[in-house]
């Protein structure tokens, strides 16, 4: 069974940072790529940055482009998402999730909240 648990949200202030890391188990971790998605209050899911399983190519969407960094760390089959300047748009709850065989899996989320 594909499981996906994030961690590392909390309240930070804008311009802070923070660094979500998503522990995945039940499938070859490195066979797969990995990509954050994150949904804000009333909002629908957003898409935010994608990495190839070997971790050699990263993708970003352009709200977030150079304030996030994402990683991986196929030893310890683990997902990042670094995340600097923050701002009160970035408020949303963090998904991970990956895509095999025509199915989606996600983790359950961890919130963010930017607020002074």
């Known amino acids: 069974e594909v499981q996906l648990v994030e961690s590392g949200g909390g309240l930070v202030q804008p311009g802070g940072s923070l660094r979500l890391s998503c522990a995945a188990s039940?499938?070859?971790?490195?066979?797969?790529?990995m990509a954050w998605v994150r949904q804000a209050p009333g909002k629908g899911l957003e898409w935010v940055s994608s990495?190839?399983?070997?971790?050699?190519?990263?993708y970003y969407a352009e709200s977030v482009k150079g304030r996030f960094t994402i990683s991986r760390d196929n030893a310890k089959n683990t997902l990042y998402l670094e995340i600097n300047s923050l701002k009160s748009d970035d408020t949303a709850v963090y998904f991970c999730a990956t895509r095999m065989f025509g199915s989606t899996s996600w983790g359950q989320g961890t919130q963010v909240t930017v607020t002074s």
């Open positions: 039940g499938f070859t971790f490195d066979d797969f790529a």
């Open positions: 990495v190839t399983y070997t971790g050699g190519s990263t």
